[in-house]
């Protein structure tokens, strides 16, 4: 029990060494993108690829066959049609054919490049049955037109056809005299095509090389023995291939072949005659779900597909790419790099993953080793170590082993970082210090203090140290690092943020009073452009043309100034189409020139004449990147910190390499709601009736790389003087008139603002058939017979319709003048309702007043008497506060009830406001109005006024005046009856006062009053 305890103890041992040796796992972590049934892929199990001459990707599933299309998928009609399944494999001929084989059977595509991808044939005489990958390929040499060489369970078939794919004979590639010379031939487990027009081939347990003309000169000649082994040369233990089944081969763009077996990978240079053999991978990594694969990468490195992620050759050993590096989980059916040097990707049972970055981007986060995601700083030492400021700390990464060093050194909330030219790194920090760090001794001093937050560190051609913070402007001066502050005089105190250097040695700063510049030992205040001088965190970068870049604002984020004496001026304005956010993170440029704007929608970098946009789906770690993370690397390469973790752009100058995207036609139809969906065969010149079904125009594109930032534009010329856009390759035309057009497409590339050639599409719309000239004959027939009918009926219908109209006239005329005198009733009515008082019913205050202009009008002019009396209820307010205010409303509405029933005929009564009716009593002479206002006042007080059980006793005083020369208008007679009443009121209330006018004085009947004064203020008592 102890022997294999420590049996299974040095196993262990034994397998982590592998891992931490042979096949190192990257410390590294990649962008990637994933697709699956939201981007039309119905099935999620892919077991190959394959990116044919145009550039075109071919994915298998185990639903079919489907083609990209930018980031989107579509299924292939003909190899529907064809009943093709479970595909396990894809190839192209030597003719352009695309051949897919599924469990049970093989078919091609004639032309693959036409629009829907052509007819698909299937082989017939192959009955396959397959279950795995293994022991199944299919291969074309190009000295051999319209041979396919299928291998299946062991055996290699030939495939021929001598009529250009009509018919395919089928036939063992090997005769059986050739097995029986070579035994490894009936036992075959790959199969590749050399340079030379041979196949290399897994035989047995050995690696076979098959001369195929040679073969077919033996064979055709009848003969065997020595001159069939010139044809087929057996490679062993001696060669340096060990005894094993070989799975998968490749030949590489240089020559050299490589041979995947089930525990090793050997390969054999070109022109070389002995196999040398790479680590050995744990055998646990080689169990894959399907089959083996092989693939070679743009810098001539090769990928093997694994149980948990991929390897990659480098040099003579194997790193792994797994899931903690950005890739998806569990294993790898299939792999593939397109023409861009993007690795495709097929997860078992989970879609198709793209790296799109591959050999470009690289990065590290905190699953890698960095004590933060978040990366502030990355300065490099003369050693090439890059020390990375996170918002954790501070750590080492050695870019050759990508292995990353934590600092135990206590550095928290650092900010910022540069290396000067011993190789110190400077730092810093949130409480406002700058520190000083020897790498070679781990010492930190505090160099600067009480700075308040550090915003920017920058070394100058002088070797000083500038300072840009909270409390301003400082620097380190050079050799004795002593602090200088740049004072008021020269920069007004105050937030300095942002700070640049150009290549004529001139200093900027921006701070919170603007743009400073030092030109030798003078500072000068910049005038700005623009309102509101620099903004918080205002970013800066000097041009080697002596021109700024600096941040705007929406809807241009950078600003392109030039600087004549004090005064700055805009050259260019950078709008949101170049850099997408004005939330810009960092400025800079490198020694090429360039000039790279961050922000939190990636980076845009701007080489002297094109503007390119860089995201996640690019390679770069994360969109959001941090301020002033940037680093222009003496190699050329740039770090880029962002919110995820750094991110490592090794080829800058690739990103202008990158070509305008491709735009192609990927056929048309015509479709309709009931009749469903018509192809039109030919498009470009073609004619078609398109009254109700829709146009659609299909385009594709191969920018794969470059997808998320494709926008079709098109447009109708001579109809449309703008192009319309779209986000999908499907372009929908419904309903087009009549005429000849003649349709403009593009594929525009937002991130880099290259559009593909222009697609032109031309095509008549025809009119419909009731248009066209036979039937416009036809129609003039008819519609002369339809005249001469019509006319004969119209007479006919003439005098009934004539009688009718007579018969509709009168009935109407009666109608209206039904309705006109409804009207008149209804005006009448409205008129009434707005000279009535809503609670008493009598006239209200306009009414009344309007009566008494009417009837002392007509007073004055005939001469006749005119009295007007003012009565107000007596105490009326204490019935309110003792019943209530609806019982004082039952009182309100009924005195004024019994008042209205009380006048004469003629007389008028009307609400003045509150308790208080206004009385008007034409021809009443003064000799009769006290036994006319007395019956009045026993109207009111005669009888209690009852509210349900409730008697209320009553009273009302009156004021009486009568319209005199002086007094004779409305308001002269209201302020007499008014001045009575008030009167009344003083003496008792329950009572009539009266005003008799002779010769322009006025007198109480009873007592003589003094005058009142028209108008006069006056205590009124109260009621």
């Known amino acids: 029990m102890v022997r294999r ?132 390929d299919l291969r074309f040499v190009r000295g051999e037109p319209d041979t396919a060489y299928l291998l299946r369970e062991g055996t290699l078939l030939r495939l021929h056809s001598d009529d250009q794919g009509a018919r395919w004979q089928i036939a063992p590639a090997f005769a059986p005299a050739m097995i029986r010379q070579h035994p490894e031939l009936g036992t075959l487990t790959s199969v590749f095509p050399a340079v030379d027009d041979a ?78 053999s790479m680590d050995t991978l744990p055998s646990s990594l080689f169990l894959y779900a399907m089959g083996a694969v092989m693939a070679e990468d743009p810098q001539g490195r090769i990928l093997l597909n694994l149980n948990q992620g991929v390897a990659r050759s480098e040099a003579n050993h194997w790193h792994l790419f797994a899931e903690k590096n950005g890739l998806p989980d569990g294993a790898v059916n299939a792999l593939m790099f397109d023409r861009t040097g993007q690795l495709w990707l097929a997860p078992a049972g989970h879609g198709i993953t793209i790296w799109p970055g591959y050999g470009q981007w690289e990065g590290w986060t905190r699953e890698e080793g960095l004590g933060s995601s978040v990366v502030w700083a990355s300065p490099r030492d003369a050693t090439g170590k890059v020390w990375v400021i996170t918002q954790a700390g501070l750590d080492r990464l050695d870019p050759a082993t990508s292995k990353i060093v934590p600092r135990a050194n206590g550095l928290q909330r650092l900010t910022t970082g540069i290396m000067d030219t011993a ?148 050259l260019e304005s950078i709008g949101t189409s170049i850099i997408p956010s004005d939330s810009i993170t960092f400025l800079e440029t490198d020694r090429r020139g360039w000039i790279w704007v961050g922000s939190d929608a990636g980076v845009s970098v701007f080489n002297g004449q094109r503007w390119v946009h860089c995201t996640a789906d690019d390679g770069l770690l994360w969109d959001d990147t941090d301020d002033r993370a940037f680093l222009a ?157 019509l006319w004969r009926a119209s007479v006919r219908l003439l005098v009934v319709r004539q009688h009718d109209l007579e018969v509709q006239v009168a009935q109407r005329t009666a109608e209206l003048e039904l309705e006109k005198t409804e009207l008149l009733n209804t005006r009448s009515a409205l008129i009434e309702m707005t000279r009535k008082d809503g609670l008493t019913g009598l006239l209200n205050r306009a009414a009344i007043f309007e009566r008494m202009r009417t009837q002392c009008e007509l007073a004055c002019k005939t001469g006749t008497p005119m009295a007007f009396a003012m009565a107000d209820l007596d105490s009326f307010k204490r019935i309110n506060d003792a019943h209530g205010h609806v019982v004082g409303d039952t009182v309100l509405r009924e ?14 009564v009307g609400r003045y406001g509150g308790e208080e009716l206004l009385i008007l009593m034409p021809g009443l002479h003064p000799d009769a109005a006290e036994a006319r206002m007395e019956a009045l006042r026993l109207a009111v007080a005669g009888e209690p006024v009852m509210h349900d059980d409730l008697g209320i006793p009553v009273t009302a005083s009156f004021g009486v005046a009568w319209l005199g020369v002086d007094f004779c208008t409305v308001e002269s007679l209201v302020s007499l009856a008014d001045s009575a009443l008030y009167l009344a009121k003083q003496r008792g209330r329950n009572r009539v006062e009266f005003v008799r006018q002779h010769n322009s004085a006025w007198k109480p009947q009873q007592e003589a009053l003094p005058p009142v004064k028209i108008g006069a203020d006056k205590a009124r008592v109260s009621s």
């Open 5 to 136: 305890g420590l049996r299974h103890w040095l196993s262990g041992c034994l397998l982590v060494l592998l891992l931490a040796g042979s096949a190192c796992a990257h410390a590294q972590h990649f962008s990637t993108t994933s697709y699956g049934a939201s981007d039309g892929l119905s099935n999620l199990t892919v077991d190959d690829f394959l990116d044919d001459r145009s550039g075109l990707v071919w994915v298998g599933t185990q639903n079919g066959v489907f083609t990209a299309n930018a980031q989107h998928f579509d299924r292939s009609p003909a190899f529907a049609q064809a009943g093709m399944k479970f595909v396990r494999l894809l190839r192209q001929d030597t003719a352009g054919r695309i051949w897919a084989m599924d469990s049970r059977q093989l078919a091609y595509l004639d032309h693959p490049e036409a629009p829907g991808g052509g007819a698909a044939h299937v082989i017939p005489g192959l009955d396959l049955h397959l279950v795995t990958m293994e022991g199944i």
């Open 199 to 276: 196949l290399w081939a897994g035989c047995g347990q050995s690696l076979c090389r098959v001369d195929l003309a040679a073969l077919a000169h033996v064979e055709a000649a009848g003969r065997t023995g020595a001159a069939g082994g010139d044809a087929v040369r057996v490679y062993g233990p001696q060669q340096g291939v060990p005894h094993e089944a070989w799975l998968r081969l490749l030949v590489g763009r240089s020559g050299t072949l490589w041979a995947r077996g089930q525990r090793t990978v050997i390969s054999l240079d070109k022109g070389a005659a002995h196999f040398r």
């Open 423 to 570: 190789d110190h790194l400077w730092l810093g920090d949130g409480q406002g210090n700058v520190l000083e760090l020897d790498p070679l001794t781990g010492h930190t001093h505090v160099a600067a203090a009480g700075l308040g937050r550090i915003f920017t560190l920058l070394r100058d051609r002088q070797d000083r140290i500038w300072i840009a913070a909270e409390s301003g402007v400082s620097f380190l001066s050079a050799g004795d690092r002593l602090l200088h502050r740049v004072g008021p005089e020269q920069i007004p105190a105050g937030y300095a943020w942002s700070m640049t250097q150009g290549q004529d040695g001139t200093i900027w700063v921006a701070n919170a009073h603007g743009l400073y510049r030092l030109r030798g030992e003078q500072w000068s205040h910049i005038e700005l452009p623009f309102a509101g001088g620099s903004a918080y965190d205002f970013m800066l970068a000097a041009a080697a043309d002596g021109t700024l870049w600096v941040q705007g604002k929406l809807p241009y984020p950078v600003l392109h100034l030039a600087v004549q004496g004090n005064k700055a001026s805009i």
């Open 633 to 789: 690397d003496p190699d050329g390469s740039v770090w880029i910190g962002t919110s995820a973790g750094l991110s490592h752009l090794l080829h800058p100058k690739r990103l202008f390499s990158t070509g305008a995207p491709d735009l192609q036609l990927d056929g048309a139809e015509l479709s309709a709601q009931r009749n469903g969906n018509a192809p039109i065969t030919q498009v470009d010149g073609g004619s078609f009736d398109l009254r109700k079904p829709t146009l659609n125009v299909y385009l594709r594109s191969t920018s794969y790389s470059r997808g998320s930032a494709l926008v079709y534009k098109y447009r109708m010329d001579g109809q449309e003087n703008t192009w319309q856009e779209s986000r999908t390759p499907l372009l929908r035309f419904p309903s087009l008139p009549a005429g000849t057009y003649r349709l403009t497409m593009l594929a525009y590339d937002e991130r880099l603002h290259l559009s593909s050639a222009p697609l032109s599409l031309g095509f008549e719309v025809l009119p419909p058939w009731w248009l066209r000239t036979w039937a416009w004959l036809l129609w003039g027939t008819l519609a002369a017979l339809l005249l001469w009918l």
């Open 895 to 908: 005195c004024a009830a019994r008042i209205a029933r009380a006048v004469r005929t003629g007389d008028s």
